[in-house]
């Protein structure tokens, strides 16, 4: 598919060349409408995208379907059930601010460190890039190492959370929810004795660590239960791992077009906004919703376009130019409001590391790569 093709759907743009003429067009045109074929109203400019993130009639998931039908009763549906990132109300939002908590206290520059240490690794077997492993397995390798498990176990955690995200879109098959209902089943395994430690060790006041303080962040705000501590857990490996891979790919992709003499901190914080790994996202009208004139009904769907809205004119001058070092941009790539991703540092210095080394062996990409057909995350193939 070339970025000449004409787009059908905002879904098919995620893995366009260029799918950013297409937004354009939306934002100028139809920033907040009821596409037909999709079934689901559109949220392209900067505007719309603020008030749907930002409105509590709107949810995550749907109100009949809280975990997808295929998974529910698995592992996989008991994880994802609990999981910040798939439920609202007032137990999730408590349980968000003790994810948040843990994060905003993630050692950054050890995390760093330890992707670089990956990276070097996994190029030093000589032959072909491994650009599958350092896009994916190294970022998911580092945080399952800074949740406690060793590198042996990391490895395995870094190939179940690949199989587990898998149940994520809508799309997912069968095979896949089984797949992932395995995984996830193996990945409670691996991570539970960890967690049990770090809540173990916290009231004797020893290691550190991100489930550590997860535990010491659950502490503080009075929540007992382990279970949903440890979904979220391994909710922190399924949220790093296609998010994190496209950053690094895209940011390649980046370099390869002209953006050779940028800084690689600077580029990748502008490679967020200007051609976003997550593409988009969905929200589910449990009350009616009204935005510029039209009116989302209970029970219908929202794309809100995280990719448009980031090169809306409107918040961002010049929107469509890559500007490292960008002064103050309006970034929605990490969402924005209640459902704010809190792990955008960390996911930051993992690609700053993983790109740094890259390029440190001279080592590139193609300017012009295919993309994985995910309807959401946008990750060249390389
Ligand atoms: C480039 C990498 C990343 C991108 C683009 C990204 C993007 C996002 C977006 C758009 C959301 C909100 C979804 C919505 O509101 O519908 C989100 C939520 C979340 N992200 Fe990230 N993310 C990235 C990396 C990470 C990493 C590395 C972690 C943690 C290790 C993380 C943890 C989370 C969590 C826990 C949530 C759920 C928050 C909530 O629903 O309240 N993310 N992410």
């Given at each position: ?250 940011t390649l992709v980046a370099l390869a077009r002209g953006a050779e003499g940028s800084d690689t901190g600077a580029l990748v914080r502008e490679v967020v906004r200007h051609d976003a790994p997550i593409q988009n996202t969905r929200r589910f009208a449990a009350e009616a919703f009204a935005h510029a004139g039209s009116t989302v009904e209970p029970g219908q769907q929202i794309l809100v376009l995280l990719a448009a809205a980031n090169r809306d004119p409107a918040v961002n001058p010049d929107p469509h130019a890559l500007t490292p070092g960008r002064v103050n941009p309006a970034v929605f790539t990490f969402g924005a409001a209640a459902h704010r991703c809190p792990g955008g540092e960390l996911a930051t210095a993992l ?32």
């Amino acid at each position: 598919m070339s970025s000449t093709t004409t787009v059908s759907s905002p879904v098919e743009a995620v893995r366009l060349a260029d799918p950013y003429p297409y937004y354009a067009r939306l934002v100028a045109e139809r920033s907040f409408a009821y596409d037909e074929a999709l079934g689901a109203w559109v949220a392209a400019d900067a505007a719309a995208v603020r008030a749907v993130l930002g409105s509590g009639a709107l949810r995550v998931r749907p109100v009949a379907e809280p975990v997808p039908a295929g998974i529910a009763g698995t592992a996989a549906g008991e994880v994802f059930g609990e999981l910040v990132r798939m439920t609202d109300g007032a137990a999730a939002a408590r349980l968000k601010g003790v994810v948040a908590g843990a994060l905003a206290r993630a050692d950054t520059a050890y995390a760093a460190s330890l992707a670089a240490r990956f990276a070097r690794e996994a190029l030093s077997a000589g032959g072909e890039v491994p650009y599958e492993e350092l896009m994916f397995a190294v970022p998911a390798r580092v945080v399952a190492a800074l949740s406690g498990l060793t590198e042996g176990a990391g490895r395995e955690a870094a190939r179940a959370i690949g199989d587990f995200v898998q149940c994520i879109p809508a799309t997912a098959t069968p095979e896949q929810q089984r797949a992932a209902a395995t995984a996830a089943a193996r990945l409670r395994e691996l991570l539970g004795p960890a967690l049990t430690a770090a809540s173990a060790v916290h009231t004797a006041g020893g290691a550190q660590g991100l489930l550590r303080e997860l535990v010491t962040a659950a502490e503080r705000d009075g929540w007992a239960r382990l279970g949903p501590l440890l979904s979220n857990a391994i909710g922190f490996l399924s949220q790093t791992y296609d998010a994190t891979a496209g950053l690094i790919g895209n940011t390649l992709v980046a370099l390869a077009r002209g953006a050779e003499g940028s800084d690689t901190g600077a580029l990748v914080r502008e490679v967020v906004r200007h051609d976003a790994p997550i593409q988009n996202t969905r929200r589910f009208a449990a009350e009616a919703f009204a935005h510029a004139g039209s009116t989302v009904e209970p029970g219908q769907q929202i794309l809100v376009l995280l990719a448009a809205a980031n090169r809306d004119p409107a918040v961002n001058p010049d929107p469509h130019a890559l500007t490292p070092g960008r002064v103050n941009p309006a970034v929605f790539t990490f969402g924005a409001a209640a459902h704010r991703c809190p792990g955008g540092e960390l996911a930051t210095a993992l690609a700053d590391a993983v790109v740094t080394e890259l390029r440190a062996a001279g080592l590139g990409t193609t300017a012009t790569p295919a993309y994985r057909p995910l309807a959401n995350a946008r990750i060249p193939l390389l």
